[in-house]
C-alpha cells in the first residue's frame, strides 16, 4: 500500500533527473576567496540568465583526477580551472577539449596568453614578496632585502617545492628579470640557484596552500613571505595591514578548460564565454586583485581598482611571466633536486 | 578441512556397503564445500575486486612502460645496434621520423613526450615540437632525415635524448623501481647510483622510518603505563576511561591538526603556556618541524597501541605476580620480570599497528612538517597528481608495500618465537 506512492515518486525521480543533469554544469575552481569572487561574478551571474545551474566543486589543482576520469570516459566535471602548466600538458596529452574561439569572444580582445588551443585564461596573478607592514620597520623592496636576515630578521615564508623560489633565488642573487630563465635552463644556473635557497634555508618556513602565508604574517611566524596576491588583497580587505612588494613578481595565468569528452560541452563553452566577458571579468577583478584576461574589462574597472592588479603598469613594470615550456621540461627534475636539496 | 574429515570414513565405508555409499558420501561432501565457498565467495569477490586487483594493477604500473615501445617501436629496432657512444645511426633518425609520422593523434605524442621527459628534462618540448612540425619533407633518404632533424631542433644531436629512446624500447622496465632506491642505469645498462642533487628516495625511506620508528617507541612509553592503569580499574571505570581513550579516535584526522596547528603555533597556547611560566623566554618553534609531526602522530595513532595492549593485560592473570612477590621478589623485579613478559605480544601487536600505519602518513607531515619531514607518501602524491608520472608514484608504493611485508613476516617469525618461550 505504502510502496505504491514512493515507487510513484522514485519513477518521477528517474525521469526527472536527466532533465535535471542537462541543465546543471559542474564547475572545479580552487575554492577560498578566488573561488567566492568566482561565484560571485560568474557563477551567480550564469545562473540568473537562466542559462542553468552551477554546482561548485573545489579541489587543489590534481590532475591526476582529471586524466582519470578522461581514461575512464566518465567525466563529470564539466569546466575546470588548471594553473598555466597543466593546461599545456593535459592539451598535449589529449585530456581536454579544444576551443572553439568562435563562440568565446574576439581573440584580439584577450591578452595573448590567454589564448590557449585548448584552454580560455581567465585571470592573472602573481606570486610577490608580502610582509606585515605592522612589524616591518622599513618596507622590503627586492629579492636580495628578502634573503637579508641581517636588515631584516625573522624567517621567511616560501612555497614548498621548487618552482618560483629558484626564480626568485636568482634575482636575489642578482640576476636580471629577463634572464632568469636563461640562467635556470643551464646546470650552473641550477646550482646557482639551490646555492642561493642553500643560503636561506635555516630561516625558511614553507608553506602548503594559498591560505597560509597572509596567516603566517598575521601571527607574526614570519617576517616576509612569498603569497599568492590574491591572498594578501583578502587580507587585506579584512583589515589586516599586510603589503605587498611588486618588484620581482612572478606572474601566470588560470585557464578554464573542459576535460575531454563531457556531456555538457555547449553549455560549458557557454558559461566560459560569459565568464571571460569584460562585464564579468570586471566583477571578478572588483572581488578580488587578479587581472582580467580580457582587455575590455580594464576599461570598467577604476584606478583604485586597477592600482592594485598584476597587471597594472607600476605592478608589472619589473615582473616576470612564469615561463610554462621551461617548467614542462625541467619541473620534474627540478621538484626531485628540491626534495633531495631540502633532506640535506 | 571437509576433505580431512571425510577420509577416515572412507575404508570403512568400502568395507561394508560398498562403492556407492562412498560415492554418496563424497556428492555430499561436496555439496557442502561448495555451500561453504559460496557462503565466502561475496567476500572473496570483494577482496580480489578491491584489494587484489588494485595492488596487482599497482605492481604491473611500476614496471609497465608501453608509452616509449608502443609507439617508437621501429626507432628502437634501429637503436638497437648503436654502441652508445658514437652518433646515433642515419637509420634512427629516419625510423624516428617514421614512428612520430605514424603517430594518429597527438594525445599519444604527449604521452611519450612525458615518458621521456621524465627520463631527460627537455625530451617534452623536443618530442612535441617536432611532432608538431611534422612532415619535414616527403621520401628522404635516412641522411636526409638526419639533416633535417637537426635543423629543426639541433637538441636531437645529443645523446641523451636517444639512449633515453633506446632504454625505453622495451615493454618492461626496471627504471622506476630502480629510481625509487636512488640507482639507475646508464647508457650502457649497467646499474648505477644517481648524483648526489638527484638521489632523494634513499634518504626518504629512511626518514619515514625513522619517524614511524620514534613514533612507535613513544607511543610504547606512553601507552604502556596508560593501559597498565586501565586494567587494574574496575569495569565500569575501565570502560569510561577507555571512551575518553577512544574519543579523538573518532574525531575526523584533519580536524585534529588543525587542533594542534592553533595550540603549537608560535603564539599558540603552548608556547605562551611556556613563556607564562618562564621556561623559554621566547616562542619555541613546534610547528612545521619534525617535533610538530612526532607529537601530532603520536597523539592519532595512540589509541592503536593501547587497544591491543590493553586487551594483553586484560588477560594476564595476577597470581604469577603474586607469587613471585611472595617468593622473595621485590615488586619491581617481579613487574619487569614476570609481568611485563606476559605482555611482550601485546607491545608486539600494538607497535606493528602503530609503525605500520605510521610509514603510510601523508596528511600529518603535509601540514605540520617542512619539507625535510615529507615521508614516502607524499612524493606517492607529488608523482600521482603534480608529475602525473604514475608508474614513479606506483614503484613508490610498491617498496613501501615490500617493506610492509618484509616487517610483517618478521613480526610473525619474533611473535611465534615469544609465543613459544611463554
Redesign the interface.
Known amino acids: 500500500m505504502k510502496l505504491k506512492p514512493l515507487m510513484i515518486a522514485v519513477a518521477a525521480a528517474a525521469v526527472c533527473l536527466p532533465a535535471l543533469a542537462q541543465s546543471q554544469l559542474t564547475v572545479v575552481n580552487f575554492g577560498g576567496a578566488n573561488g567566492a569572487a568566482q561565484k560571485k561574478a560568474y557563477f551567480e551571474a550564469f545562473e540568473k540568465s537562466g542559462a542553468g545551474k552551477i554546482q561548485q566543486v573545489e579541489y ?5 583526477k582529471i ?1 582519470a576520469m578522461v581514461e575512464a570516459k566518465k567525466i563529470t566535471w564539466d569546466v575546470v580551472e588548471v594553473e598555466s602548466p597543466d593546461v599545456n ?1 593535459g ?5 581536454f577539449e579544444k576551443i572553439d574561439w568562435s563562440k568565446v569572444g574576439n581573440k584580439a580582445d584577450f591578452q595573448p596568453a590567454a589564448v590557449h588551443e585548448c584552454g580560455v585564461g581567465t585571470f592573472i596573478w602573481s606570486t610577490v614578496m608580502a610582509y606585515n607592514a605592522d612589524k616591518l620597520k622599513t618596507a622590503p623592496v627586492t629579492w636580495a632585502d628578502f634573503w637579508n636576515t641581517q636588515k631584516f630578521p625573522g624567517k621567511r615564508g616560501m612555497r ?1 617545492g621548487a618552482r618560483y623560489n629558484l626564480e626568485f633565488a636568482l634575482m636575489a642573487d642578482g640576476v636580471k628579470t629577463a634572464d632568469v630563465y636563461k640562467v635556470l635552463a643551464t646546470k650552473d644556473g641550477a646550482d646557482r640557484a ?1 646555492k642561493k635557497m642553500t643560503e636561506l634555508k635555516p630561516s ?3 608553506w ?1 596552500a594559498g591560505a597560509q602565508p597572509p596567516q603566517f604574517l598575521v ?3 614570519v617576517a616576509m613571505t612569498t603569497a599568492y596576491n590574491g591572498r594578501i588583497d583578502a587580507a587585506q580587505r579584512e583589515g589586516k595591514n599586510l603589503q605587498i612588494a611588486w618588484t620581482g613578481g612572478i606572474y601566470d595565468l588560470d585557464f578554464w578548460v573542459m576535460p575531454k569528452g563531457g556531456a555538457n560541452k555547449d553549455l560549458a563553452l557557454k558559461f566560459i564565454s560569459m565568464a571571460s566577458s569584460p562585464d564579468a571579468q570586471a566583477e571578478y577583478a572588483r572581488n578580488i586583485s587578479y587581472g582580467p584576461t580580457n582587455n575590455k574589462a580594464l576599461a570598467k574597472l577604476d584606478p583604485k581598482v586597477l592600482a592594485l592588479l598584476p597587471t597594472s603598469p607600476a605592478n608589472s613594470k619589473d615582473a616576470l611571466q612564469f615561463n610554462i ?1 621551461f617548467w ?16 640535506q | 578441512m571437509n576433505a580431512t574429515a571425510a577420509r577416515p570414513l572412507m575404508p570403512l565405508a568400502a568395507d561394508t556397503t560398498g562403492p556407492a555409499l562412498v560415492a554418496q558420501l563424497r556428492q555430499v561432501e561436496r555439496r557442502k564445500r561448495l555451500r561453504a565457498i559460496a557462503l565466502t565467495l561475496p567476500l572473496l569477490i570483494f577482496l580480489a575486486v578491491t584489494f587484489l586487483v588494485p595492488l596487482g594493477a599497482l605492481l604491473v604500473r611500476a614496471v609497465e612502460n608501453p608509452e616509449v615501445a608502443g609507439t617508437l617501436s621501429r626507432t628502437g629496432d634501429a637503436l638497437a645496434v648503436w654502441d652508445r657512444e658514437s652518433a646515433p645511426p642515419d637509420a634512427a633518425y629516419a625510423a624516428l621520423l617514421a614512428d612520430l609520422a605514424a603517430i594518429p ?7 611519450l ?2 615518458r621521456l ?2 627520463e631527460v ?5 623536443l618530442i ?1 615540437g617536432t611532432y608538431r612540425a611534422l612532415p619535414l619533407g616527403e621520401n628522404l633518404s635516412p641522411l636526409q632525415a638526419k639533416e633535417k632533424l637537426l635543423a629543426h631542433d639541433p637538441r636531437w644531436a645529443e645523446l641523451p635524448y636517444w639512449w633515453a629512446i633506446a632504454k625505453n624500447s622495451s615493454r618492461w622496465t626496471p627504471d622506476y623501481l630502480l629510481a625509487s632506491v636512488d640507482l639507475k642505469r646508464d647508457a650502457q645498462g649497467h646499474v648505477v647510483r644517481v648524483g ?5 628516495f634513499s ?2 625511506l629512511f ?1 619515514t622510518f625513522s619517524i614511524s620508528a620514534v613514533v612507535t617507541l613513544i607511543c610504547i612509553l606512553l601507552g604502556y603505563p596508560l593501559a597498565y592503569w586501565l586494567a587494574t580499574l574496575s569495569e565500569r571505570k575501565a570502560n569510561l576511561m577507555m571512551i575518553l581513550v577512544l574519543l579523538p579516535f573518532w574525531t575526523s584526522v584533519l580536524v585534529r591538526i588543525a587542533a594542534w596547528i592553533v595550540l603549537l ?3 599558540g597556547l603552548v608556547n605562551r603556556f611556556l613563556m607564562f611560566t618562564g621556561l623559554t623566554g621566547e616562542p619555541v618553534p613546534l610547528l ?1 618541524n619534525r617535533l610538530g609531526v612526532i607529537i601530532a602522530m603520536v597523539h592519532i595513532l595512540l589509541p592503536f597501541m593501547i587497544l591491543p595492549l590493553y586487551s594483553v593485560m586484560k588477560s594476564v592473570p595476577g597470581n604469577y605476580v603474586r607469587a613471585a612477590v611472595s617468593l622473595g621478589s621485590t615488586p619491581l623485579a617481579a613487574f619487569f620480570r614476570v609481568y611485563v613478559p606476559q605482555t611482550y605480544p601485546g607491545v608486539a601487536a600494538g607497535g606493528l599497528l602503530v609503525f605500520i600505519t605510521s610509514i603510510g602518513y601523508y596528511v600529518t607531515p ?2 605540520l612538517g ?3 619531514d ?1 615521508m614516502l607518501s607524499y ?1 606517492v602524491a ?1 608523482y ?7 608508474g614513479m608514484a606506483c614503484a613508490l608504493g610498491s617498496v613501501l608495500l615490500a617493506t610492509t611485508l618484509i616487517l610483517y613476516s618478521v613480526y610473525r617469525r619474533f611473535a611465534k618465537a615469544e609465543l613459544s618461550l611463554g
Open positions: 587543489n589543482g590534481e590532475q591526476a586524466k600538458r592539451c598535449d596529452e589529449g585530456l614548498k639551490f625558511i618556513q614553507f602548503e601571527a607574526g611566524d615550456s614542462a621540461d625541467q619541473g620534474e627534475a627540478l621538484e626531485k633536486r628540491f626534495a633531495a636539496w631540502s633532506a | 593523434e597527438t594525445a599519444q605524442a604527449g604521452v613526450a612525458r621527459n621524465s628534462s627537455g625530451a617534452r618540448s612535441m648526489a642533487e638527484e638521489a632523494a634518504v626518504i626518514r603555533q608560535t603564539n612545521f603535509a601540514l617542512g619539507p625535510a615529507q612524493y607529488q600521482t597528481n603534480v608529475d602525473v608520472n604514475w
